[in-house]
């Protein structure tokens, strides 16, 4: 199986990215998570990309394009995989077709969780307001002005995009504004599996 999760930060992409790789036995290729991961080990990568994380700006396009390709050849990606916060713009949609096509792996399916700007807003303050209470904020791009930013960057960036794979024959509408469970029984509905 492979999946390309759409859907702006505090969508729930997250959970539903960590039951789908569960069910189909798929490796998760998240590139915010593999951005943080190479910030933590203080890589030439993770530095590149770290202005732009926390400012809650988008990583430019050569630097994540190349970071994927390299994922996507690695062995446990060769029967399958669930793309996490890529692409994220139309040049980015570009790149990876062509990726794709080079290495004859079409996608199954494009999922896409749609929660209106205004809701992850909502979400992602609420959620950020709560961490600061309990001073556990999880990410050092977690701040109010940071989520603030990202929904910005992907009304103005991601949606323009998903506006374009909304005509293609692969393309799933999810109501992501519905209960958790709610959300994977649709998406299973979609695209089938049994949990
Ligand atoms: P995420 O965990 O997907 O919200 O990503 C966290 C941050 O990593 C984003 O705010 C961007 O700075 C960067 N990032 C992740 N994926 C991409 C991408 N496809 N293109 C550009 N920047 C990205």
């Known amino acids: 199986m492979r999946l390309i999760l759409f859907g702006g930060p505090g969508s729930g992409k997250g959970t539903q990215a960590s039951f789908l790789v569960k069910e189909w036995g798929i490796p998760h290729i ?4 593999i951005l943080r991961k190479e910030r933590a080990q203080g890589t030439e990568l993770g530095k590149q990309a770290q202005t732009y994380m926390d400012q809650g700006a988008l990583v430019p396009d050569q ?3 190349n970071m994927v390709a390299n994922r996507m050849v690695e062995a446990d990606a060769q029967q399958g995989w669930l793309l996490d916060g890529f692409p994220r713009n139309v ?3 570009l790149a990876l077709e062509k990726m794709l096509e080079k290495i004859r792996q079409p996608y199954n399916y494009l999922l896409f969780l749609d929660v209106p700007a205004a809701t992850l807003q909502d979400r992602a303050l609420n959620r950020a307001k709560e961490a600061a209470a309990q001073s556990e904020q999880k990410r050092s791009d977690d701040t109010p002005e940071t989520i603030l930013k990202r929904v910005h960057v992907y009304e103005q960036e991601t949606l323009p995009m998903i506006e374009i794979y909304k005509s293609h024959p692969k393309f799933v509408h999810i109501d992501g504004t519905l209960s958790i469970p709610e959300v994977t029984a649709a998406i299973q509905r979609q695209i089938g599996g049994e949990s």
């Not at 998240?30 to 998570?33: E, L, M, W």
């Open 30 to 33: 998240s590139t915010g998570d």
């Open 63 to 65: 630097v994540i394009v």
């Open 91 to 93: 040049p980015q949609s």
